[in-house]
Nanobody
Framework: QPQLVESGGGLEQPGGSLRLSCAVS????????IGWLRQAPGKDREGVSC????????YYSESVKGRFTVSRDNAKNTVYLQMNSLKPEDTAVYYC?????????????????WGQGTQVSVSS
């Protein structure tokens, strides 16, 4: 059974940084794409970033492009989301999810298994 466990969330001030980790098990991380998605209070879940298994390409939503960086360490079975220049509107529960394809998607309905999420709060 695939499992994904997020960590690294917390409370940060605007302009600060956090690094989220997604530890995976039960499947071969080398073969599949991983996405980061978030759900802010009162809003729909949205795709934030994705890293492709096919060629390691990365994708970002317009709202985080230039501030967030996704990376993967297949040897450690872990995917990371480095979040810099945080804004209050980044406040959300952040999820990592696996898509059993080699290509990326930012559509939340195209992911097969999800982690339990980690809370990120950005406030002064």
């Amino acid at each position: 059974q695939p499992q994904l466990v997020e960590s690294g969330g917390g409370l940060e001030q605007p302009g600060g940084s956090l690094r989220l980790s997604c530890a995976v098990s039960g499947f071969n991380l080398d073969l599949y794409s991983i996405g980061w998605l978030r759900q802010a209070p009162g809003k729909d879940r949205e795709g934030v970033s994705c890293i492709s298994a096919r060629d390691g390409r990365t994708y970002y939503s317009e709202s985080v492009k230039g501030r967030f960086t996704v990376s993967r360490d297949n040897a450690k079975n872990t995917v990371y989301l480095q979040m810099n220049s945080l804004k209050p509107e980044d406040t959300a529960v952040y999820y990592c999810a696996v898509r059993f394809r080699t290509t990326c998607s930012m559509r939340i309905d195209e992911y097969d298994f999800w982690g339990q999420g980690t809370q990120v709060s950005v406030s002064s």
